[in-house]
């Protein structure tokens, strides 16, 4: 019996190793799938699997109940000061209100400010996380507003330039992550080829305006890029109109920009909403405190109430996480 035990003992350990050389493979060659179920594909920690999460689900959501889906959302602007950083934190506080995790990633590589809007100084970010000094849950930082984030890496101008092994190394940190409803990743403005492949490969991607005239054509010239880049992507583009006088105001601003979109780039473009033009947003700025909290029941805080309801209602397809997305930038790079 004692035999047999040992010989049964020995089998599995040969199916346990066999299994993991298998899924390492996988996700070395897999550009466009889902996480590697939790196992890293790289060296150096690449032996490490990973715990599971409070949901009871490892990353990469792969268990008996089934696929685990997060939600990456992309919030970008034609141009800066237009309340993108704005909308991506308190839209993140606004879906943690509906019971949801949410993870905001600082993807501004240059002028990194989430942490700033939220009076926090954060002493690790991306970067030391892509040169393998700190793992995504070191640097993952709680606030108190029930939403965590992750500091962007400033300095660091593109992240398509790290060699296979950072890459692969980077995107099983980043399948740490999957136990999170959602992940909203706030880019920099502007077209700079990091912002257009957030765009490209994230689930939703939100574009940011204001009524004025700036503002309008700068977004209408992203838009134009992605069109022209992203042609035979199948993208699902939303519009947000910051700091409107009025419903119809927002609207007309939207209608103007969907039909031009629709005419002449002939890109599908949905109007998500409107944000008013609040007082309570300038002074939760100079206060580096989301006007969520300040103030729950003004009007800008109800907007973007709207917004993540309607977000959290709308279909999500079938997602491969914040790993399969980045597969997709590097894919590309």
């Given at each position: ?86 909308l991506s934190v308190n839209m ?186 609040d007082t309570t947003v300038h ?51």
């Amino acid at each position: 019996m004692e035999d047999q035990a040992e010989k049964l003992r020995e089998i599995m350990r040969q199916r346990k190793n066999t299994q993991n050389a298998s899924v390492q493979e996988m996700s070395r060659n897999d550009k466009y799938g889902g996480s590697a179920s939790g196992i890293n594909a790289g060296g150096g920690r690449g032996s490490r699997q990973q715990e599971p999460s409070a949901g009871g689900s490892t990353a990469g959501g792969n268990l008996a109940g089934g696929k685990k889906k997060t939600r990456i959302i992309t919030i970008t602007s034609g141009k800066g000061g237009v309340g993108k950083t704005n909308l991506s934190v308190n839209m993140a506080i606004a879906f943690s209100r509906l019971g949801k995790k949410v993870v905001v990633m600082d993807a501004d590589l240059g002028l990194a400010n989430v942490n700033v809007l939220l009076k926090m100084l954060p002493d690790y970010n991306l970067y030391h996380v892509i040169k393998r000094q700190k793992t995504i849950r070191e640097i993952l930082v709680e606030t108190e507003y029930g939403i965590s984030i992750i500091a962007g890496a400033s300095g660091f101008s593109q992240i398509v330039n790290m060699n296979e092994q950072e890459r692969l190394d980077f995107i099983d940190e980043l399948d740490t992550l999957s136990y999170a409803d959602i992940i909203i990743i706030d880019t920099s403005a502007g077209v700079s080829p990091n912002v257009l492949d957030f765009i490209a490969a994230a689930d939703d991607a939100i574009i940011i305006t204001t009524p004025e005239p700036t503002a309008i054509a700068d977004a209408y010239s992203i838009i134009k890029i992605i069109a022209t880049e992203y042609d035979t992507i199948n993208l699902d583009l939303k519009l947000v109109v910051n700091r409107a006088k009025s419903a119809s105001e927002a609207k007309n601003v939207a209608d103007r920009m969907i039909n031009i979109a629709g005419q002449y780039l002939y890109l599908k473009m949905d109007y998500l909403g409107f944000i008013y033009d609040d007082t309570t947003v300038h002074t939760s700025v100079r206060q580096q405190k989301p006007f969520m909290v300040i103030d729950p029941k003004c009007r800008a805080s109800i907007c973007i109430q709207h917004l993540a309801e309607r977000m959290d209602k709308s279909k999500l397809a079938d997602s491969g996480g914040i790993g399969a997305m980045f597969r997709k930038i590097f894919s590309r790079s």
